[in-house]
Each structure stands twice: as structure tokens, then as C-alpha cells.
């Protein structure tokens, strides 16, 4: 079979090339998500998994054996990105009502699921996936269980197509012993939660209830939310604890250990750099707050949020990053950039790469398929101009999900070259 030797630019792919099998990125710059680099590297895949990653310059192989050698020589190789506890897929434009499905009506819905709620043609996810982000943990919002997440693709013909783990778990928003008051610009006296105790009682009947229909050999009717709870018991799946402040994250510990569960991951946690010791020793892991926000407490340093990610780090507590908050569907995009800004914050670069790849498909229970370029798992990767973790060089300009080619241009690209001929602006 002839071998088809691509040279890759910014703006040239050889297209006819792109159904082939068996393909070859060469001469790139791979960074593996693993902490582990390759200046000049190979790594290949066929039928939609890698089956070789190698340092080129210690590795000789059979170029011969590929249908296509991309020469990508100068540019940089990363693993997809994953952006965990979001509601992409679940939301097109935050004005208008009608396009949101992420959040349903009463405080415990442990049974309603974002698989089959999935918008696999939404606007949003063209603009995620060309800046890298490959995968997405659709999450559900609002009440006490808000619900069970799945994890999806970026690219699929429907949710069944996407899905890559269905159900992975359950969100708990755990009651708060302090409501904040005002924003983050104009902010005012936070208040006691008078309802703490309270709140705290009916959430611990309800999940004494649900364990004791767990245990139960026979029941007189099922019951869809108890139903939804039997795999948090069992292990199987993870129960996400958002919550920030340090009295709350110790007291959703104490709840941990009280019920006996198996797996939990604090969302959130702005307060977890002060009980790093408790996180490790319960083994629990934290998907951080968004990076790019400020302190609760006045007398804070103002950069503590960004810091937030070395300090973990630095006690050993496994962390990842999220976006949620404000305009967080749209905002997923800049998931690198958040990982950008923890590794000026202290992280080394692979480390502030690993917070957004293999580090969130450990939380998420997918890192035998993704999160890093290693032999044998899916071929979900992305080729970059520069670093991807720099707003001024990122500039993704090929990539793969289950090693077939997706697109690297959406309709913002389009718009912006329709503008841009009609009033003859040049880069």
C-alpha cells in the first residue's frame, strides 16, 4: 500500500487522507499528559487506538506499514482535554429558558440523568471541541441531588453515539453553614445559615432511607430516587459533594464516613488547601473551583484561588479543574487557559496539563480509555501551533476522537472570515 506523506501547516491538510486506518503523527512535539514529554516523538493509531508511542530519535520503525504519515514537525501533540462537572450538552443560550434542560423541579432527584437530556448538535460543542476540549462530564444543577452526570465525546451522532460513561455518578449540593451575600464585585456581610441543622437532618433521613431500601432483599414497590442511590452504596458509582467552605467540606467528610461510601470528590473545595491531610487520608479527590475568581475573604491573597491548584498539589491530593459558574457552557473552551494559569501559579506545565486530561479521567473513572497518549487507549488526541495552555499560541489545528478526524473551524470562524473578506481586514 503507498504511504501518503502529509507535511502539516496551519491552513493545508491533505483531506482525502482522513478515512484512512492506519495512521502515523511524526517529528511532533507530544506532550503525553502522563508528566512525560517527547521532543521528537511518534505516535500511531489504528481502528481507534494508539498502538505506539515512541521518541523518535531512540526509535526506529517501518514507515511502510502506514496509510498516512502526518509530518507535524514544530507543533505541539497533547491528549484530548476533558472538562469535568459541566452543563454542555444540557444548555444552547442562557436568555432564553426553552434551551436550558439541566436542572428539574424538587431537591432530591437522584434518578434524573443528563445521558438522555444530551444535545449532540449543540452550537456550544463545535466551539469546545476546536479549542481541544474532546470530552465533557454533563452534569445536571440545582436542589440538594441534582441528579446523575455522564461523560460524553464531543462528537457523535447522538447521545448513545457520545457517551463514553454512562451514569458515572451523582451531585450533591451539601447544605452551607454560611449564605455569601452580594457579588463578587459589590459583596456584603455573609449571613449564618439558620436552617443549617435542619437541612443537614432531612439530607440524612433521606440517605438512612435509601441505604435501608439498599439493603433490603424485597421491596413493595421500587423507588425511582432510592433506585438511583443503590450504586453509591455499592461503590460503583461516585457521589460529587459540592461544597467549599472548610467547616462544610469536614462535615461532608464526616458524612462520608458515616454512610460508608465508597467514592466521593469534593466540587469546589475553595477551602481544600486547609484540609489537605483529611482529603488524602479519606482518599478523597477535588475538582477545584474556577480558577479565574476571587477570594470570599477580604483579608485573602488576592491571587489564592490561582494558587489553589499547587497547593493541592503539593500536599498530594489528587485535583482536577472545572468551570463552573457564570456563563460556564460557553466558557468551557477556556478550560487550557485555566490550566494556563495554575501553572503560572506554581504547577509545572505537565502538571497543570495533567489537571485537565488524565488527572480529571482519574476522578472520573475513564483513564483506562483517555486522559493521556498511552499504548492502548482511545485515540482522542489534538496538534496544536504552540502551547495549549497559552491563550497567545493556542491554536489547535488537528484533531482526533476514537482516531477518527474531527473539524478544527466552527461557525465562528466562518463568521469571522465572512466579515473579514467583506471589509478586507488582514491578520
Same mark, same amino acid.
Given at each position: 500500500?503507498?504511504?501518503?506523506?502529509?507535511?502539516?501547516?496551519?491552513?493545508?491538510?491533505?483531506?482525502?487522507?482522513?478515512?484512512?486506518?492506519?495512521?502515523?503523527?511524526?517529528?511532533?512535539?507530544?506532550?503525553?499528559?502522563?508528566?512525560?514529554?517527547?521532543?521528537?516523538?511518534?505516535?500511531?493509531?489504528?481502528?481507534?487506538?494508539?498502538?505506539?508511542?515512541?521518541?523518535?530519535?531512540?526509535?526506529?520503525?517501518?514507515?511502510?506499514?502506514?496509510?498516512?504519515?502526518?509530518?507535524?514537525?514544530?507543533?505541539?501533540?497533547?491528549?484530548?482535554?476533558?472538562?469535568?462537572?459541566?452543563?454542555?450538552?444540557?444548555?444552547?443560550?442562557?436568555?432564553?429558558?426553552?434551551?436550558?434542560?439541566?436542572?428539574?423541579?424538587?431537591?432530591?432527584?437522584?434518578?434524573?440523568?443528563?445521558?438522555?437530556?444530551?444535545?449532540?448538535?449543540?452550537?456550544?460543542?463545535?466551539?469546545?471541541?476546536?479549542?481541544?476540549?474532546?470530552?465533557?462530564?454533563?452534569?445536571?444543577?440545582?436542589?440538594?441531588?441534582?441528579?446523575?452526570?455522564?461523560?460524553?465525546?464531543?462528537?457523535?451522532?447522538?447521545?448513545?453515539?457520545?457517551?463514553?460513561?454512562?451514569?458515572?455518578?451523582?451531585?450533591?449540593?451539601?447544605?452551607?453553614?454560611?449564605?455569601?451575600?452580594?457579588?463578587?464585585?459589590?459583596?456584603?456581610?455573609?449571613?449564618?445559615?439558620?436552617?443549617?441543622?435542619?437541612?443537614?437532618?432531612?439530607?440524612?433521613?433521606?440517605?438512612?432511607?435509601?441505604?435501608?431500601?439498599?439493603?433490603?432483599?424485597?421491596?413493595?414497590?421500587?423507588?425511582?430516587?432510592?433506585?438511583?442511590?443503590?450504586?453509591?452504596?455499592?461503590?460503583?458509582?461516585?457521589?460529587?459533594?459540592?461544597?467549599?467552605?472548610?467547616?462544610?467540606?469536614?462535615?461532608?467528610?464526616?458524612?462520608?464516613?458515616?454512610? =460508608?461510601?465508597?467514592?466521593?470528590?469534593?466540587?469546589?473545595?475553595?477551602?481544600?488547601?486547609?484540609?489537605?491531610?483529611?482529603?488524602? =487520608?479519606?482518599?478523597?479527590?477535588?475538582?477545584?473551583?474556577?480558577?479565574?475568581?476571587?477570594?470570599?475573604?477580604?483579608?485573602?491573597?488576592?491571587?489564592?484561588?490561582?494558587?489553589?491548584?499547587?497547593?493541592? =498539589?503539593?500536599?498530594?491530593?489528587?485535583?482536577?479543574?472545572?468551570?463552573?459558574?457564570?456563563?460556564?457552557?460557553?466558557?468551557?473552551?477556556?478550560?487550557?487557559?485555566?490550566?494556563?494559569?495554575?501553572?503560572?501559579?506554581?504547577?509545572?506545565?505537565?502538571?497543570?496539563?495533567?489537571?485537565?486530561?488524565?488527572?480529571?479521567?482519574?476522578?472520573?473513572?475513564?483513564?483506562?480509555?483517555?486522559?493521556?497518549?498511552?499504548?492502548?487507549?482511545?485515540?482522542?488526541?489534538?496538534?496544536?501551533?504552540?502551547?495549549?495552555?497559552?491563550?497567545?499560541?493556542?491554536?489547535?489545528?488537528?484533531?482526533?476522537?476514537?482516531?477518527?478526524?474531527?473539524?478544527?473551524?466552527?461557525? =465562528?470562524?466562518?463568521?469571522?472570515?465572512?466579515?473579514?473578506?467583506?471589509?478586507?481586514?488582514?491578520?
Amino acid at each position: 500500500m503507498n504511504n501518503i506523506l502529509i507535511f502539516m501547516t496551519a491552513f493545508s491538510l491533505n483531506l482525502a487522507a482522513q478515512n484512512k486506518s492506519h495512521i502515523l503523527l511524526k517529528n511532533g512535539f507530544a506532550h503525553l499528559g502522563n508528566g512525560k514529554v517527547f521532543e521528537n516523538s511518534y505516535v500511531a493509531f489504528k481502528d481507534g487506538k494508539i498502538e505506539l508511542v515512541a521518541d523518535a530519535r531512540l526509535t526506529k520503525i517501518d514507515l511502510s506499514k502506514y496509510d498516512t504519515i502526518i509530518d507535524v514537525f514544530g507543533k505541539h501533540i497533547y491528549p484530548g482535554l476533558i472538562a469535568p462537572n459541566c452543563i454542555i450538552g444540557l444548555q444552547e443560550a442562557e436568555s432564553i429558558r426553552a434551551t436550558s434542560d439541566y436542572a428539574e423541579v424538587g431537591d432530591f432527584n437522584p434518578h434524573i440523568r443528563s445521558l438522555i437530556a444530551f444535545n449532540t448538535e449543540s452550537k456550544i460543542l463545535e466551539t469546545v471541541k476546536t479549542n481541544g476540549v474532546l470530552y465533557v462530564q454533563s452534569t445536571p444543577r440545582n436542589g440538594v441531588l441534582s441528579g446523575t452526570s455522564s461523560v460524553f465525546a464531543t462528537e457523535g451522532w447522538n447521545w448513545e453515539d457520545a457517551v463514553i460513561k454512562k451514569d458515572d455518578g451523582v451531585h450533591l449540593n451539601f447544605p452551607k453553614s454560611i449564605i455569601k451575600n452580594g457579588w463578587w464585585a459589590e459583596p456584603l456581610p455573609s449571613d449564618i445559615n439558620t436552617n443549617y441543622i435542619d437541612e443537614i437532618k432531612t439530607l440524612k433521613t433521606f440517605f438512612e432511607n435509601a441505604l435501608a431500601y439498599y439493603k433490603a432483599d424485597v421491596h413493595i414497590e421500587d423507588n425511582l430516587r432510592y433506585e438511583a442511590m443503590k450504586e453509591i452504596f455499592s461503590g460503583n458509582k461516585i457521589l460529587y459533594i459540592h461544597t467549599d467552605y472548610v467547616k462544610d467540606i469536614i462535615a461532608a467528610i464526616n458524612f462520608r464516613n458515616q454512610f =460508608q461510601l465508597k467514592k466521593v470528590v469534593i466540587v469546589g473545595g475553595k477551602d481544600s488547601y486547609k484540609v489537605t491531610g483529611l482529603l488524602r =487520608q479519606n482518599n478523597i479527590a477535588v475538582m477545584i473551583n474556577r480558577l479565574h475568581d476571587l477570594p470570599d475573604l477580604p483579608e485573602a491573597e488576592t491571587d489564592l484561588i490561582y494558587k489553589l491548584p499547587y497547593l493541592l =498539589q503539593k500536599d498530594s491530593v489528587l485535583f482536577c479543574l472545572q468551570n463552573q459558574g457564570d456563563m460556564e457552557a460557553m466558557n468551557a473552551r477556556n478550560l487550557p487557559f485555566l490550566a494556563g494559569t495554575a501553572a503560572a501559579y506554581g504547577l509545572k506545565k505537565e502538571e497543570a496539563l495533567q489537571s485537565i486530561t488524565l488527572n480529571a479521567a482519574k476522578i472520573l473513572g475513564i483513564d483506562h480509555l483517555v486522559g493521556s497518549i498511552e499504548v492502548g487507549k482511545i485515540a482522542s488526541i489534538i496538534i496544536s501551533e504552540g502551547d495549549i495552555l497559552d491563550m497567545k499560541t493556542n491554536r489547535v489545528i488537528l484533531a482526533y476522537i476514537n482516531g477518527k478526524q474531527i473539524k478544527t473551524k466552527n461557525f =465562528q470562524n466562518d463568521l469571522y472570515k465572512k466579515y473579514a473578506d467583506k471589509f478586507e481586514i488582514k491578520e
